[in-house]
């Protein structure tokens, strides 16, 4: 374990969430949320959450691969940055940011998530932290596009 070490598992397990004893990719989903309460105060763009994704994109693939390399697995279950990245960037696909659109934000980015459809588990061969990231981006992404398609019919 290198010095850094300790700074990227408390990012990769999202300050903690990761090490939640059931379901801890639904716990760092659940603790990607943090972050809604002031958009909705601030009345920001659900299109900020992708400047979010954008600003912690590197620092999250550093911080998953380093967990990866410390526990001496490919993709370790605690880590979870991934999970936040992802409903991140399906809360971007929101056209109304409200309870009900985080809500179905939440419900479909774990949907994709654990189902991982094509092309979402082909992401996983990427290496190192970039597939344990990158999975679940796009995850986000499919669940952001039904979202959005959601929003434009006034579903929420």
């Known amino acids: 374990m290198t010095a850094r070490s300790p700074l990227a598992v408390a990012l990769a397990t999202w300050f903690g969430c990761g090490f939640f004893p059931v379901a801890p990719g639904t716990a760092g989903s659940a603790g ?11 009345g920001w763009s659900p299109l ?13 693939v550093w911080a998953a691969g380093e967990t990866a390399r410390v526990y001496h697995k490919k993709d ?5 940055i991934d999970e936040v990245l992802g409903v991140w960037v399906t809360l971007a696909g929101a056209v109304h940011l409200n309870w009900i659109s985080v809500l179905a934000a ?3 980015f774990r949907l994709f998530d654990i189902t991982k ?14 597939g ?5 981006l796009g995850a986000g992404v499919l669940a952001a596009l039904v979202l959005y398609a959601a929003g434009c019919f006034n579903l929420y």
């Open 32 to 42: 990607a949320l943090i972050a809604v309460p002031l958009w909705l105060r601030f």
């Open 76 to 80: 370790p279950g605690l880590v979870v």
């Open 132 to 136: 344990i990231v990158a999975d679940d």
């Open 48 to 60: 900020w959450f992708l400047a979010l994704t954008a600003v912690f994109l590197p620092v999250s």
């Open 106 to 108: 939440f419900v479909l």
């Open 117 to 130: 459809p094509w092309p979402v588990r082909k992401l996983e061969a990427f290496p190192g932290g970039y």
